[in-house]
Structures are given as structure tokens and as C-alpha cells.
């Protein structure tokens, strides 16, 4: 059957721009982080948080999430690297694709971790700022997955087919269902539900980043089951449909015991320094100190003229009386 309609996939994932290469992989992932970083700044700053502390924090979050993501894809995918006639150099060629969203999410959440307790916030609250950006920046990154022709599902006919041309890496050209587009889509509405969940029911203490979790572990249980690139199984499922599994569960469960013990929404996310305290202000129970004005001195002042101008009438009373003895 011919395929009349379907997604082409890009002749070349890269372009020289003289001796520089811009490789649309890398593009896609450096766009999404800074989705990510832009609204979650503006969602922190909308919960009381300061401009700029996202993407401090973001420093620390986001080199341990490409270090995690990729040592995640290379554990699990190691016969690509380290078996025969493979290069194990290759395994730092980020740029060629491999990058594992659990452990991204994994070490990224240590980075900010430590990125959260050097400015004194606590690291749910900023997961929650952070939740649908990086859903989004999801969304976005999956098509380096399309210059890359990687990550396609089974064989298909439909009118969005995704028509691979590349025969590298035991590639076979053909048309395929496009389980990155669907992946992109998945997250797109995973964004936009964490957004309207976060609005209407005020989730704090992390559960808006637990919803965001869950949400995308439905998404990628059912289009990992569609792919049909390389990967372990067990128990006749992928590796990564059982870790979707036992994800999900940790963040449901995550979700409910938060909102038992914590209900709400936390009221400060980020405490007020020293150096944020508005001129005049004091921390702590110290009270404002009051300037004590000096003791004017005018009442002693009016009581010395008084007695002057008594002793001027007295002479001059003295005056006038011998004056007039001697006339």
C-alpha cells in the first residue's frame, strides 16, 4: 500500500555555518530549557519568589540533567558503546542523541537540590514553579529526535507517517508511526493540564511536579510500547515501560501522602534577606531604633533673658533717682 501523506524527516540533522556545526538536536534542547527557565520564572514570581532565582537554581539543574539523561541511555543502552566493534568514545557524543528523561529528571533534581539549599528555598516549591516548563521543554526537545531520524514507532500507512530515509545504524527506510511527534503532543497536554490543576486546586509542597510526573509516565508507557528501536525487556515488556510503571506509582503516592500531611500551598517561597529589606527595617525581634533628638536648652535661655532686662530696669530706676536727688 502506498503511503499518498506523510511527515518527511529531515536530509540532514546538521549545518556548517563555516566550521561550526548547528546541529538541530542541540538546538531543540537548548530552546526548551529556556521555555523552561522563562516560565518557571514567571510562575515563581507570581507565588512571591524574586526574578532570577529559577535560573540560578537552573545553573545547578541543568548540566546535572545532561549528565544524568546521558548516563541513563548509556547504562541502559551499553551494547551501543561498549560491545564489539563499537567506540566507547561515542558515548560522549551528546549531540548524536541519547539523552534518558529519568535519570535527566533524577540528577537534574540533586543540581537544583543544591542549587535550593544555597539560596534557603525549598526545592518543591520550585519543582512546582518549574513543572509544565519542563514538560514543555520536552515537548520541544523531542523533535531533535526528528533530525536525528531516531525514536519511530511500527511500520504504518496513515497519513502522518513519518518517512525515515536514513539506512545508518541498522535504520531501514520506510514510513513510521512518528512516536516522537506523539510523545511532543503528550507533553504539550501534560504542560497545559499542570497549569490549570495548579490554578484550580493551589498545589504546593511539590504536587504540581508529582501531577506533572504522573501525567507524562501514562503518556510514555503507551507510546514506548509503539517504538521498536533496540531495548531490554522484562517480563516481555521495555525496560523503560516498567520504569514508567514504578514512576508513576512514587508519584501518585507522592501526591496523596503530601496532600494529607501538607494541604495547601506553602505561604513564603522564598525568604526576604538582609540585603532585601527595604532602609529603616530590622530582622528579627529587634525593634526600630528611634532618634533621640537633643534637649533644647530655650526655656534656660528665655528665664537668663528675663532676668537680664529685670536687672536693665532696676539700674535704670537707680539712675533716674539720683538724677533727680541732684536737681
Known amino acids: 500500500m502506498e503511503t499518498i501523506a506523510y511527515i518527511p524527516s529531515p536530509s540532514h540533522g546538521v549545518i556548517h555555518l563555516g566550521p561550526i556545526p548547528l546541529r538541530g538536536y542541540a538546538f531543540c534542547i537548548i530552546i526548551g530549557v529556556f521555555v523552561a527557565v522563562w ?8 507565588r512571591g519568589g524574586k526574578v532570577g532565582t529559577v535560573a540560578d537554581i537552573a545553573v ?17 543502552d551499553y551494547e551501543l558503546y561498549f560491545s564489539e566493534g563499537r567506540d566507547w568514545v561515542d558515548a560522549f557524543k551528546v549531540w548524536q542523541g541519547g539523552l534518558g528523561i529519568w535519570g535527566a529528571i533524577a540528577l537534574g533534581a540533586v543540581g537544583a537540590w543544591i542549587g535550593c539549599r544555597r539560596r534557603g528555598i525549598p526545592l518543591p516549591a520550585w519543582a512546582d ?29 496513515l497519513p502522518w507517517a513519518l518517512h525515515i530515509t536514513s539506512s545508518t545504524d541498522g535504520r531501514v527506510p520506510g514510513y513510521y508511526q512518528p512516536t516522537f511527534l506523539y510523545e511532543s503532543l503528550w507533553c504539550v497536554g501534560v504542560g497545559f493540564l499542570v497549569i490549570w490543576a495548579d490554578r484550580r486546586f493551589k498545589l504546593g509542597h511539590g504536587r504540581a511536579f508529582a501531577l506533572y510526573v504522573a501525567a507524562y509516565c501514562v503518556g510514555r508507557g503507551w507510546i514506548e510500547y509503539m517504538r521498536v528501536d533496540d531495548a531490554h525487556h522484562i517480563l516481555g515488556l521495555r ?16 501526591f496523596v501522602i503530601s496532600a494529607k500531611k501538607r494541604p495547601g500551598r506553602e505561604e513564603v517561597v522564598e525568604p526576604e534577606t538582609d540585603a532585601d ?31 537680664t532686662e529685670e536687672a536693665e530696669e532696676v539700674d535704670l530706676k537707680k539712675d533716674e533717682a539720683e538724677s533727680a536727688k541732684k536737681s
Open 277 to 307: 529589606a527595604p532602609a529603616g527595617e530590622t530582622d528579627g525581634d529587634s525593634e526600630p531604633v528611634e532618634k533621640e533628638e537633643p534637649e533644647s536648652d530655650a526655656p534656660e535661655a528665655k528665664e537668663d533673658a528675663d532676668a
Open 39 to 46: 516560565l518557571g520564572n514567571k510562575r515563581w514570581v507570581a
Open 129 to 157: 514553579a518549574l513543572a509544565p516548563g519542563i514538560a514543555f521543554a520536552q515537548a520541544i526537545g523531542r523533535w531533535g529526535n526528528w533530525f536525528n531520524q531516531e525514536l519511530y514507532g511500527r511500520e504504518t500507512h
Open 239 to 254: 525496560l523503560n515501560d516498567w520504569t514508567a510503571m514504578i514512576v508513576f506509582i512514587l508519584a501518585v503516592t507522592y
Open 60 to 76: 545547578w539543574a541543568v548540566p546535572f540533567g545532561l549528565v544524568g539523561g546521558r548516563l541513563y541511555h548509556v547504562i541502559t
